[in-house]
């Protein structure tokens, strides 16, 4: 299947220090990816690479079947970046917005933008400094879509959207892939719109790239135990390679297991276990359990009155 997007051994630096280190990364054309990590895993500067605004120090990118570099204006066409935060605009009005918007795109849909603005409530004479961030956010999305990309890249796409207009925008973007074959890339915080929107998954972690693929493959790869040992705690439990993280109250535990499920069930009622039982695991808990792989570690949060 063609790739929509390819690195191959891309890093950046900034100031000497490494953001990106040996990213190795595809997703297909037609795909819904979410890409999730951190504050500050390099999710922004690796969709600034994808659209060329800044460019890597080490590796290739390929970007719609052409290696990016200088000279690549007909690919930026078909590509869309919606960002977080988004840049100071001139004082222009919504409507002067869209019209200038409007000539750097050959494939723009003037009765889509139309008809976007209304659905979003951006009234046209409105002052783009003006709107609330919400509203902003709204009007990139509105702009994205009219532009008809192949590639949309979305960096917090939800970032100060209420929930009614946060679904209306989420299903807007996944309808338009489904209709037009759109590949998107979503970089969020919010898990929970990955899990039900994306078809794959990229986690980003330190700079680098440390798990991709299919979203049910990579949840399939990972699972919880519920385990009661009424004895002693079985400490070669832990020390089993297949359990990345052990949560234990008392004489019941929580295990994350990576892989096969069955072997470390048999382990477990083995070493005196009087319940093992599996539980669903969600995309968050197989995110922290894959970051904490890795190394990621904080401090618990507590509030002490004293």
């Known amino acids: 299947m063609m790739a929509a997007l390819r690195m191959e051994g891309v890093g950046k630096r900034f100031r000497g220090v ?24 390099g999710k922004t500067t690796l969709l600034r690479l994808l659209l060329g605004l800044i460019v890597p120090d080490a590796g290739t990118i390929e970007v719609l079947g052409e290696h990016l570099g200088v ?44 008809r976007m603005l209304d659905a979003l409530e951006l009234p ?36 100060g959207l209420d929930v009614l207009v946060k679904t209306q925008v989420l299903q807007l973007v996944i309808d338009m892939a489904a209709a037009e074959g759109t590949t998107l890339v979503i970089a969020t915080h919010h898990i929970e719109d990955v899990e039900r929107l994306a078809d794959r998954l990229a986690v980003l ?12 493959a990579l949840k399939a790869s990972l699972h919880r135990l519920q385990v009661v040992f009424p004895g002693d705690w079985p400490g070669e439990i832990e020390s089993d390679p297949r359990v990345v993280r052990v949560e234990r109250q008392g004489k019941v535990a929580m295990l994350t297991v990576e892989g096969p499920l069955e072997p470390v069930q048999e382990a477990c009622r083995s070493r005196g276990a009087v319940l093992v039982e599996p539980l669903d695991l969600d995309l968050t808990d197989i995110f922290r359990a894959m970051v904490e792989r890795e190394g990621y570690a904080r401090a618990e949060l507590r509030w002490d009155v004293r």
Request: glycine share 8%.
């Open 18 to 41: 490494p953001v990106l280190q040996g990213i190795a990364w595809s997703v297909p054309v037609g795909s819904v990816c979410g890409l999730i990590g951190p504050n500050g895993a």
């Open 71 to 114: 000279e690549n204006a007909g690919v930026r066409e078909r590509v869309h970046y919606v960002a977080s935060d988004p840049a100071a605009v001139p004082p222009f009005r919504v409507g002067e917005w869209i019209h200038y918007a409007s000539l750097a795109y050959p494939r723009w849909d003037a009765p889509r933008a139309a």
């Open 124 to 159: 046209s004479r409105r002052l783009v400094r003006e709107l609330s961030a919400g509203q902003r956010t709204s009007l990139q999305i509105a702009v994205a879509a009219a532009s008809r990309p192949d590639l949309l890249l979305l960096d917090e796409p939800t970032n």
């Open 205 to 216: 972690y330190d700079g680098r790239l440390i798990a991709q693929g299919e979203l049910d």
